[in-house]
């Protein structure tokens, strides 16, 4: 080999030392990372595991203290789906929750001779709203600092709204866990924007409007953000409008096809259509200073925490404790821990809200997503409160993710002290408060 040769090859051979070792430097840089990555699904699943076998426990508390039918809640029609008895009232307006439950019933029927049927069924309702619980961790997890995630995500898992509907057989939770993965999935896209995820999105999107039309809302979001972030440019914001097709296009099929095929509660007046369902409730309703009134400390506050251990001002059907809580805040004063749960939460808004107190170093708000999440909130808040402000709390886990985000956001970043020690001790008393609420005074 000439000397040349020589030197060409040695060149060759640092050059891919070099590269050998800036890829080993990076792969050792990168190792932490992917590790600290992965302890968080795990503490994720975790977590969501441990929400389970709550709402699972409660779900059986619940039916023995024959508490399922609170709020509105139509338990004892959905629970017929434990013995593959399909009711048209529920399939008409929300054909996935019978949908996933007749394929999960037939996949766990092999455990029907040691598990009764309903407890299967209940299993469904408390794994629907586990999922919900991770959705809400990835979303937290985009916009706050990790430190604040789990705790926040602990929260969510113990409000009210969340807990109680996961531990009946509802379509609710369903739908609200639906709208915690399109939050939390878009909240990961709006920085890291692929075909791939807005076809997720679209998808999660599609599932949504299969269980509740209205979850078409939910378009507002990348909308609002959009047009805060970029203005009014279709260069990005075209892909919003095909993905806003999506909620038409279900509503058509519901009634065109779904309906369609459809007899029974189609012949009310409230059962018959979507449309039809809508002016039965509109026309219905009142909308005075003590309707409004009732409706917003159930949709802001009772979705979080119960004010007492009874909701019962009305009697439910046979066998049952149906009812609703007195649409009264001085009800919170009862109690010494739910006291304390007001002075944090008071505590919690007056450093979201400071607009001074942020803390130096704080990652940025992210610009648009409180626009948009606060349009969604309004949007669908002001929906309900047209619709049925009687049994909004029905419907009102809907937003919790929603509401927790647009106070977490700001609180995370604040400069007020102790906010580990007082998110930590927000979820312990919602954990006793909603507990005891759960069990039955």
């Known amino acids: 080999m000439t000397t040349k040769r020589r030197t060409v090859a040695m060149a ?13 430097a ?17 503490q994720f699943a975790l977590i969501a ?22 709020f509105g809640a139509d338990a004892h029609i959905y629970s017929k789906l434990a013995w593959g008895i399909l009711d048209d009232r529920i399939t008409r307006f929300h054909p996935l929750t019978t949908a996933i439950a007749a394929v999960w019933m037939k996949v766990l029927s092999p455990l029907s001779p040691w598990v009764e049927p309903e407890t299967l069924l209940k299993a469904m309702f408390a794994a629907a709203g586990a999922v919900g619980v991770w959705a809400a961790l990835w979303a937290f997890a985009a916009v706050v600092p990790r430190r604040y995630v789990v705790l926040l995500g602990a929260i969510y898992a113990t409000s009210l709204a969340v807990w109680y509907f996961s531990s009946i057989e509802e379509s609710k939770i369903i739908s609200t866990t639906l709208a915690a ?10 920085t890291n924007w692929t075909l791939r995820g807005a076809l997720l999105l679209t998808a999660i999107l599609l599932f949504a409007c299969l269980n509740e039309v209205i979850a078409g809302f939910l378009v507002i979001i990348p ?53 039809s369902m809508l002016i039965f409730y509109v026309t219905r309703n009142e909308f005075d200073f003590e309707t409004i009134y009732g409706f917003l400390i159930k949709w802001l506050f009772f979705n979080m925490a119960a004010p007492s251990m009874d909701a019962t001002l009305y009697p439910g059907l046979p066998g049952s404790n149906a009812g609703d809580f007195d649409e009264r805040l001085r009800d919170y004063f009862g109690s010494p821990l739910s006291i304390a749960l007001v002075a ?8 979201a809200a400071w607009p001074r107190g942020r803390e130096e170093g704080a990652p ?5 997503i409180l626009p948009a999440l606060a349009a969604f909130a309004l949007l669908r808040g002001v929906f ?58």
């Open 12 to 24: 060759v051979m640092s050059a891919e030392a070099a590269i050998a070792a800036r890829a080993h």
């Open 26 to 42: 990076h792969s050792e840089a990168g190792a932490p990372a992917r590790a600290k990555a992965s302890n968080w699904h795990v």
């Open 49 to 70: 595991l441990a929400a389970f076998l709550l709402y699972w426990s409660s779900a059986l508390v619940l039916h023995g203290r024959a508490g399922t039918t609170h």
């Open 181 to 190: 993965l399109y939050i939390a999935v878009y909240l990961h896209l709006r």
């Open 223 to 275: 909308a609002v953000d959009t047009l805060v972030q970029r203005g009014w440019d279709w260069r990005y914001g075209l892909w919003i409008f095909w993905h806003a097709l999506t909620a038409p296009l279900t509503l058509l099929f519901l009634e065109g096809v779904v309906n369609g095929r459809l007899t029974g509660a189609g012949t009310t007046a409230e059962g018959a259509s979507h449309i």
């Open 344 to 351: 944090l939460f008071g505590l919690v808004l007056a450093a």
């Open 364 to 368: 940025a708000v992210p610009a648009g």
């Open 384 to 441: 309900f409160l047209i619709f049925n402000p009687g049994e909004c709390l029905l419907f009102s886990s809907g937003t919790t993710l929603t509401h927790m985000l647009l106070i977490g956001i700001p609180f995370a970043a604040s400069r007020f002290p102790a906010r580990q020690a007082i998110l930590a001790a927000s979820a312990m008393l919602l954990l006793i408060v909603n507990g005891s609420f759960i069990i039955g005074g």
